[in-house]
Each structure stands twice: as C-alpha cells, then as structure tokens.
C-alpha cells in the first residue's frame, strides 16, 4: 500500500510500537532501526584521570534482563515487518551487548540476511580500565523481508564511489564528532548519534530518490538529514521530547540537491541491452581479433557473426566461457579481454563505450 505524501518527512512523538500500527502494511522501502543498546551499566565509568565518560545512562537503554529487553526487540521487529515492503530490506546497527539476539530474532522472523557490516570507528574510545580490547567498532545487520525478496542495491553506485574497487562489508568511518556532534551546554545532546557518513552509505546502497524511509528510534534526525538531503522521504518515530527539538532544527537547515540528473544512477540491471555483436558492428572488435581470458589462459577467436571460437567449442561469449571454465554458466563480458597494442582492454569497457554513446544521459 502506498504511503501518503502527507505521513513522510515528519517526525512523530510517542512509543515506536504504537505508531508503527498506524503506518499501513508493506509502505515503506527501507527501515533503519538504531535501538537501545542495553549496555547494562551498573556505575559511573571514569577516565585515568577521574573524571567521568558521557556514557549511555538514559532510562530508554536500561531494561531487567535479557528477557526483557528480547520481548521489547521481537515486538519491534514484527511490527517492522508488517509495514516493510515486500522488496524492501532492514538494516539494524547494534554493539556487541545487543546485535547478536538481535539476529537471532530475525530470522526466527523469517528476515533473510544479506550482509553484516562492520563499521570499524577509525577513532573509538579507549577502553580506559585497561581490562579488555578497545571496542572499535560496531555491526549492522542488513536483511530483505524474504529470501525471494527482489530488493535494490545499487552495486554500481558503491563501486564508484569506492575507486571502481568492489565494496567491503569493512567500514572505516569515525564517530560523530567536531561540528556534526551535536551539543547543548557542552554536552552532547544524544550519546550515540550516528555519522552521517555512515548513514549517506547506507541510504544510497539500497533506495533510490523517492523511496520512504522509516527510523523507529529517530533520536537526533541523522536519517532524516540525509534523506532530505538525497531526495528520499523519512518517517521519524521518538519517545524523547528533546531530541526531537534538535532533530527539527537540524533538517531544517538540510538544503535537498535540486537537480534530480545528478541524482540518477544506472545500475546494471537497469541498462539497455548491447550483445556482443553491437562491438563489431560499431568496429571496437572485427571479425578474427583474438579474445583471451585475464590470465590469459584461453584463448578465442571472433567470427563475423558475433560468436566466438576455441579449439573444441563455439558459442557465444558467455557459453565459450563456461564451457572452458567447465561451469554452468559464466559472464563472458567480466571474462573476455582483447588484445590491444600497448595493453589488453576488458570487452565490458567497450560495451560502455558503445552505451554511453547510444543513450546518453
């Protein structure tokens, strides 16, 4: 069901449960859930120096047991599940105190999970007792609804932004701080506002411009700040009077980009189709150029017809492949190479440069 224009970019006071029933079934695209972390802190914890560490102390993080705070999560998580679509997927960001019930909790429900992501904090806090390793990093659990779940991810995106390198699933971000951090009085409004780094990867990974995105545990804005900033509606869910005040003010001051092109990416899946013929026809290959593979193991010679020929097998680039490979299948366009005078060149750059031509943007 389609969520009304009039619900998003609002932030809504109250418990997450009882304002998530409010939302109708399978309307939003993406759910990021930062939830208490039930850090269990029994006293003040001090620096060598004396003087206390701005910890979580606040009543929304304590709960009796684990069996309290397990019955508070799968509430949360099957009401989240309710109002996810069908093609959406869920990310949940947790410390080691939490994130493994967690995940456990989630698929009980029947979430399906793609990654676990570690964001490593390239400046953690020490640990100052000096009895355990430094706790530099966090994980985020990212699932889709279902196994069958035909969710986005924009691969390519996050392949360019990374120097053309696949993404990891390691992080390296630093915790919010300087500017970002927001303070009233010299102290941090909230004890674990997220980078907005952070977050930016996360909503340009998996939405696109448009999409809803739901934050049961609003706390300081930061997804509503960058989904205003990137041209995707938010629906903000806080218990907290005053983080929701600072929150407000906060995405007030976001300006969205206002050219829409330059948010439009093309993932693969998306593009127009170019067989491998199209690169003969527009002269990048001819007829009898040898293909090879990257180890330049095997070898292949064209034919004008745009298949492919080895010693034992003809086909097309893909089935050439495969059959060499001996696997069921294979991508011909990431395993061809041609040979060129100073080096070879991936078949793939050549498709592109025949795309780009066709269908500029």
């Known amino acids: 069901m389609k969520i009304k224009n009039s619900t998003t970019n609002k932030i809504y006071q109250g418990n997450c449960l009882e304002e998530m029933r409010k939302l109708p079934s399978n309307s939003v695209d993406l759910i990021f ?18 003087t206390n560490v701005n910890g979580v102390k606040e009543n929304w993080d304590k709960f009796k047991n684990f069996e309290e705070y397990d019955d508070f999560t799968k509430k949360w998580v099957i009401a989240a599940k309710r109002v996810l679509k069908e093609d959406g997927t869920i990310w949940v960001i947790g410390t080691y105190h939490n994130i493994f019930r967690i995940g456990k909790i989630l698929q009980d429900l029947d979430f399906w999970i793609l990654n676990d992501i570690i964001w490593v904090k390239t400046n953690p806090m020490p640990n100052f ?3 355990r390793f430094s706790n530099a990093h966090e994980t985020l659990i990212w699932c889709s609804k279902s196994k069958n779940s035909k969710y986005t991810f924009n691969y390519n995106l996050l392949k360019s932004l990374n120097d053309d390198l696949q993404m990891r699933s390691d992080w390296l971000f630093p915790i919010c701080n300087g500017s970002e951090r927001l303070r009233y009085r010299g102290k941090k409004v909230h004890p674990t506002q997220k980078p907005e780094a952070l977050i930016t990867r996360i909503i340009l990974s998996v939405t696109n411009p448009g999409d809803v995105i739901l934050d049961p ?3 300081t804005g930061t997804i509503g700040a960058v989904s205003k900033k ?23 001051l976001i300006k969205p980009l206002k050219n829409m092109r330059m948010l439009k990416t093309n993932e693969k899946r998306q593009q127009k189709r170019i067989p491998f013929g199209r690169l003969i026809e527009f002269n990048l290959i001819k007829p009898g150029d040898i293909l090879h593979d990257f180890k330049k193991k095997w070898h292949a010679k064209v034919r004008v017809d745009g298949s492919i020929i080895t010693e034992n097998f003809k086909g097309s680039i893909h089935s050439v492949a495969a ?9 011909g366009w990431t395993f061809w190479y041609k040979y060129e005078k100073q080096d070879s060149i991936s078949i793939d750059v050549l498709r592109e440069k025949i795309r780009s031509d066709l269908y500029k943007i």
């Open 129 to 131: 007792r000096g009895t």
């Open 217 to 219: 545990f609003f706390g």
């Open 33 to 50: 859930v930062d939830p208490p972390y039930n850090l269990q802190l029994k006293k003040d914890l001090k620096r060598p120096d004396y």
């Open 230 to 252: 990137y041209n995707r509606k938010f629906i903000g869910i806080e218990s907290e009077k005053k983080y929701i005040k600072f929150a407000k003010k906060r995405i007030e």
């Open 323 to 331: 059959n060499l490979l001996n696997l069921p299948s294979c991508n």
